[in-house]
């Protein structure tokens, strides 16, 4: 069953996994407010959802996100009475700031299945995710600074050289070259590149393979991954692990089932 929020889809393809699709098409899933603002709500209202364990986050038609939309009919911000332009705009970066802090935030693994261009913005978005599947036709592009302003913008200078190293983000920042598929791969942009028509499928088995393990145990790798980025010293972040650790492994039994499961030779039940 789809159900529709506006220009943003939510389909429960398993009990356990949300799709949450952009659906602008026209107008390649471009940050119009009309489809960043139900976005943001339909990705805290998941995050919340204890029956959800992992979202895949994807584009209708042929493009992932075509980042700010240029069209001139960008929908309105809400609550925005009485303000200046000026407050405005502040207003608006910090929706779509709030997109990519949910998306680092939700509880569940979020798997972005690029299926198409995923340009300024949309890049992004795909870095936000916690793995990025990409289809043959999709490419990448720091768009900023084609349009003759600085190519950072919502996190991409942070997220970026985390991914796949400085040089070569500043490389791609600095220039507004294009990324393909095969190259995003082989620098680490992406975990994997599939043909388009196996895309969704692909990241549903990833799902499944994510959905067999532990709540705690996804939910804490998925927090400390994140918190890895901003830990100011090695000792501290395994510090962080550990209590992570010690905090499954003496509050569950999923440790000893682990072990018996794999004894005789069957798949786990975890009651953490």
């Known amino acids: 069953m789809t159900e529709g929020h506006g220009f943003v889809l939510v389909d429960r393809p ?21 489809v960043m603002v139900p976005l ?10 204890n029956a959800v364990r992992v979202v895949v986050l994807t584009g209708a038609g042929r493009g992932f996100c075509s980042g700010a939309d240029q069209s001139g009919e960008r929908g309105r911000m809400p ?34 299945a690029v299926n198409g261009p995923a340009i300024g913005g949309g890049l992004c978005l795909a870095l936000a ?9 999709a490419y990448f592009r720091a768009a900023g600074i084609n349009n003759g302003l600085t190519a950072s913008e919502l996190g991409l200078s942070y997220l970026l050289p985390r991914a796949i190293g400085s040089s070569r983000a500043a490389e791609i920042m600095l220039t507004g070259r294009d990324v393909d598929a095969t190259e995003a791969a082989a620098i680490g942009l992406v975990s ?26 996804v939910e804490l790798t998925k927090r400390t991954l994140v918190d890895s980025l901003d830990a100011s010293s090695f000792e501290q ?33 975890f009651r953490d």
């Not at 995710?129 to 036709?137: F, L, T």
């Open 40 to 49: 943001r709500d339909v990705l805290r209202g998941i995050s919340d959802d």
């Open 129 to 137: 995710c916690d793995v990025r599947v990409a289809a043959e036709s």
């Open 192 to 217: 994997r590149v599939v043909p388009d028509d196996q895309l969704l499928d692909s990241c549903l088995e990833t799902a499944a393979d994510i959905t067999r393990w532990s709540r705690p145990g």
């Open 79 to 112: 609550n925005i009475g009485g303000l200046t332009a000026v407050t405005i705009a502040l207003r608006a970066m910090e929706l779509l700031d709030e997109i990519q802090v949910t998306l680092r935030k939700m509880h569940q693994p979020v798997i972005a």
């Open 14 to 34: 398993k009990d356990d996994v949300a799709v949450v699709t952009l659906n602008r098409p026209e107008r390649m899933n471009s940050m119009a407010f009309d």
């Open 237 to 269: 972040h395994m510090h962080a692990e550990g209590t992570g650790q010690l905090l499954v492994r003496l509050l569950t039994q999923n440790f000893e089932e682990a072990v018996a499961a794999r004894k005789e030779k069957r798949a786990p039940e």
